[in-house]
């Protein structure tokens, strides 16, 4: 008797090992390109602690956001049936969630309630998630009873999410930082050892490469944003060239061959060690090399608005700059150290060093203070592409 329609459109097939991205992930990670951006410029615009705090807990749930959808999109081709409508659904709702970010903590006069418009929309997006991933489930009893699991802690984030917005103020960010922090930590704790599913370790390593690329093509309209805003002299075109040279860097850092490594050792793995390797190295840690990219194009867009200054690059523009790549590098570090058991030693040096460079780099003229972060980020890839050499040529060539 042949399927329905309905039912074809319902039934959702699960992925094998040879599954790769699809061209509608794509089209999906656009929209998190203006977001980023949009995290960016709000911090850029506030100019303080509590601002680069509220930019954060925004990329946080942007983060969560993505990788709920990255878990979804390797269990099943999310391009058919109802997994491409949710998908669908989930762009238009978090474009809504990124045009809301500027007035996040801070409604404009007339118009709609942004923070209400951002947690809304973003509870939307959690809910299509769940309902098309219990679709893709299909008759998987463990891969079911995760999803269910997932649900009260999601619950819990989005009702402290809509308390923040009611209660306001100075303590909004805080209820948004409880009710993330909370949704994380729990889905975390609940997860290990539990019933996700990893199909194609081949296409989750290309997922999270693709975000850490869009973080760094952030970085770059940054540096070109910048720029734009004054005549092209020698500073700023100095300046431009020594940004782009820091974004090769932490390019290089990621797609030489820790992405190609790290997705060797996850491929070697099956069942519930692959799903926590890939919890832990991406899912979580990986928000350090997306905060860290977006933090140093903060330091950056600083940078260019400074080269003139009196004072030099001042603390905030130190901190963002140098603490950013620091993060980044440190982050590094840390996947590194999950994923193949040890240490890259040298990225904890270079993270140690730029954070002992920040007061050093507030005094600085802009130039010289991005000069200073290039170059210690660029001595770190020279160092390791000299010690590593007969590793690197092994991993690249397949072995």
């Not at 039912?7 to 699960?14: E, G, I, K």
């Not at 990788?67 to 049936?81: F, H, K, M, P, V």
């Not at 599913?197 to 910048?226: D, N």
Request: include cysteine; charge should be negative.
């Amino acid at each position: 008797m042949p399927t329905s329609p309905v039912r074809s459109f319902l039934r959702l097939r699960t992925t094998d090992e040879s599954h790769r991205v699809t061209t509608l992930e794509l089209f999906f990670d656009l929209v998190f390109v203006f977001a980023f951006t949009q995290v960016t410029g709000f911090m850029a615009e506030s100019h303080s602690a509590v601002g680069v705090l509220q930019g954060l807990v925004i990329l946080a749930m942007l983060w969560w956001s993505w990788t709920s959808y990255s878990w979804l999109a390797n269990q099943t081709r999310i391009d058919e049936g109802i997994a491409r409508v949710g998908f669908c659904a989930a762009i238009v709702l978090l474009f809504i969630v990124s045009l809301a970010i500027p007035e996040a903590f801070d409604d404009r006069e007339g118009g709609l309630f942004a923070p209400v418009v951002l947690v809304v929309a973003y509870l939307f997006i959690r809910l299509i998630h769940g309902f098309v991933y219990l679709a893709a489930a299909g008759d998987d009893a463990g891969l079911r009873r995760q999803l269910y699991r997932s649900v009260w802690p999601m619950a819990l984030g989005v009702a402290l999410m809509l308390a923040g917005t009611l209660v306001g103020g100075g303590w909004q960010v805080w209820f948004w930082l409880a009710g993330i922090g909370l949704d994380v930590m729990f889905t975390y704790f609940l997860s290990v050892g539990g019933g996700w599913r990893v199909q194609s370790a081949a296409h989750w390593a290309e997922r999270y490469g693709l975000i850490v690329m869009l973080a760094l093509g952030e970085s770059i309209v940054e540096i070109g944003f910048g720029a734009a805003q004054e005549p092209l002299g020698a500073g700023i075109l100095a300046a431009s060239v020594l940004a782009v040279g820091l974004s090769i860097a932490l390019w290089w850092m990621y797609f030489d061959i820790v992405s190609i490594g790290a997705e060797k050792y996850l491929a070697k793995l099956g069942g519930t060690d692959r799903a926590d390797l890939a919890s832990d190295a991406y899912t979580y840690l990986h928000f350090t090399l997306v905060a860290g990219v977006i933090i140093s194009a903060l330091g950056v867009e600083n940078v260019l608005a400074h080269l003139d200054s009196e004072h030099g690059l001042e603390l905030f523009g130190s901190v963002a700059l140098f603490g950013g790549t620091s993060l980044y590098l440190a982050g590094h570090a840390f996947f590194w150290r999950r994923v193949a058991h040890r240490w890259l030693p040298s990225r904890l040096i270079g993270a140690a060093v730029l954070l002992a460079l920040i007061p050093v780099g507030a005094a600085l003229p802009s130039l010289a203070a991005i000069a200073l972060a290039t170059g210690v980020t660029a001595a770190v890839v020279a160092v390791e592409t000299l010690t590593y050499s007969r590793e690197r040529a092994a991993v690249r060539s397949g072995g």
